[in-house]
């Protein structure tokens, strides 16, 4: 058990450009989370995928953002033509659903700065 | 919808001292409830968790938790603090209908005095 993986680590982007991240979940996990944590706040819930399907969107990503999980295993979040509020660290976190008590562990995170 | 507050911003407390972490949660009925610690610059790391049953819970690195119900608390307490254990603490809440997102309080960090 490697833990949860993201790539990049860190993103420095200029305003109008897109980028990508990569999160790899503890294998056999069936379930994938996003969260956003901006400066001195707590991480905010983006998007769920339960193997390949995505279950629920926060209305916090706008359609500029788009997540994948194409095989069940590995997920890419993508910002498009970011802006400087979308600076901020990019938290990845996988759990196996078998029942409703599930525990999620997260990844290192990838933090973006948006200049 | 639930919500976590966490009223403490920052806390100091010198090592070798008792530590103990305010958490209090909205929720309708129990829900699932955790604590994450992280380090500067990193993920999250899980602390301990709260599903059901005995209401203390022991978690890693000596930390544990009570569950309070009439209290709507879930606070995090250890005995006698180390340095290593300056981080930013988050409790967490999950609705038990659902068992999906996390929503998290806005974190306390704690400073450790040697």
């Known amino acids: 058990d490697t833990g949860v993986s993201q790539d990049p680590r860190h993103k420095i982007t200029k305003r109008g450009q897109n980028v990508t991240f990569r999160c790899d979940p503890i294998?056999?996990?069936?379930?994938l989370y996003w969260y956003r944590q901006t400066l001195g706040q707590g991480p905010e819930f983006l998007t769920y995928?339960?193997?390949?399907?995505?279950?629920?969107k926060s209305r916090l990503l706008s359609d500029r953002f788009s997540a994948e999980r194409p095989k069940g295993s590995f997920s890419t979040l993508e910002i498009q033509r970011t802006e400087q509020g979308d600076s901020a660290m990019y938290l990845c976190a996988s759990s196996f659903r078998l029942a409703l008590q599930e525990t999620q562990y997260f990844g290192p995170g990838t933090r973006l700065l948006v200049l | 919808a639930q919500s976590v507050t966490q009223p403490d911003i920052h806390i100091t407390v010198s090592e070798g001292a008792s530590l103990e972490l305010r958490c209090n949660y909205s929720?309708?009925?129990?829900?699932?409830l955790f604590w994450y610690v992280q380090s500067p610059g990193q993920g999250l790391q899980l602390l301990l968790k709260y599903f059901s049953g005995d209401t203390l819970v022991q978690g890693i690195k000596g930390f544990e938790a009570e569950f309070k119900r009439s209290q709507s608390s879930f606070n995090l307490r250890k005995p006698s603090v180390h340095w290593s254990d300056a981080a930013e603490y988050f409790c967490a809440v999950v609705n038990t209908g659902t068992a999906s997102k996390l929503t998290f309080g806005t974190g306390t960090r704690l400073q450790v005095t040697l």
């Open positions: 995928f339960q193997n390949e399907a995505q279950l629920e």
């Open positions: 294998s056999e996990h069936n379930r």
């Open positions: 929720y309708g009925a129990t829900p699932y």
